[in-house]
């Protein structure tokens, strides 16, 4: 069994890694954005960083869960989970304050240009109250993307975590013990 402490420094060191990527992918995107490079090549530029940084993440999250085991000989199921989740948390984390540091310092008119592009789709179809409600909520995007980010990234990386931990410490309830290491059954 290990404690607390240990599982939270390995996983705030992974999460740091892990979030870290999210939030260069995210500033890769701002700097192809300032290129100027638009239209079907920037739209494809994006699709393929996007796809490396989902890759990139599922990957080194299993690789993370997997070091966590291997140097951890007593780890059950549970606590392989449990790493998994502090992983995912501590990555939501960093990537959601990054997020909201661009948003707000590095790239605010991001917002703004979006909100102005749903007004004019959406202004035929929308009365004045709405549009007003719209704008009201502008002022708030930020706060509401840093814990859309914060509760999807959560999501997900718990997910993965129960995902992972099944594979690499499967647990055998039938057993004495209940919850032991693979390579112990």
Known sequence: MTDK???????????????GISIAYLLLGW???????????GGLLSG??????????????NYFMKK???????????ELFKFGFYVAVCSALLYSAGYLAYSLFIAPEMISEAMDQVMESYSSMLD???MESISNMMDKMPQISFFTNLIYCTLFGTILSA???????????????????ADEQ
């Open 68 to 78: 966590y085991y291997a140097s951890n000989p007593g780890c059950t199921h549970g």
């Open 128 to 130: 004045s109250n709405s």
């Open 5 to 19: 402490k240990s599982i939270l420094n390995s996983a705030g060191s992974a999460g740091l890694v892990l979030g």
């Open 48 to 61: 393929i960083l996007w796809l490396a940084k989902f890759i990139v993440c599922i990957w080194l999250m």
């Open 31 to 41: 700097v192809i954005n300032l290129t100027g490079i638009h239209g079907i090549l």
């Open 163 to 181: 995902i992972f931990s099944a594979k690499i410490a499967p647990s055998n309830p039938f057993e004495e013990g209940g919850d032991k290491p």
